[in-house]
């Protein structure tokens, strides 16, 4: 079974920049397509953003627009979230998304991304 590993994650002040990277165990190819969710303390897992399995589409949250930007590798089984200008409310756990053509839904465990001065 395929799994998906997040790395990344840290402490950064308000106005830094992270990289978070998921890595799928297997040939990720273009089978997937990839998201990035985040879930904040008592909030719900919410949609950061998004790409196709081509890599030639991605949607964005409108709190991100700007500011994140998503892409992938296939040839190195990645997806990379790269986030500037962050801010606090950005604090959560960060978790990838891959979803193949079955409708077959698998997640990372996730990064804890802390934003604070």
């Known amino acids: 079974q395929v799994q998906f590993v997040e790395s990344g994650g840290g402490l950064v002040q308000p106005g830094g920049s992270l990289r978070l990277s998921c890595t799928g165990s297997?040939?990720?190819?273009?089978?997937?397509?990839m998201s990035w969710y985040r879930q904040a303390p008592g909030k719900k897992r919410e949609l950061v953003a998004a790409?196709?399995?081509?890599?030639?589409?991605?949607i964005y949250a409108d709190s991100v627009k700007g500011r994140f930007t998503i892409s992938r590798d296939n040839a190195e089984n990645t997806v990379a979230l790269e986030m500037n200008n962050l801010k606090p409310e950005n604090t959560a756990v960060y978790f990838c998304q891959a979803v193949n053509g079955a409708l077959d839904t698998y997640w990372g465990q996730g990064t804890q991304v802390n934003v604070s001065s």
């Open positions: 790409i196709t399995r081509a890599g030639d589409n991605s």
């Open positions: 297997g040939r990720i190819s273009s089978r997937y397509a």
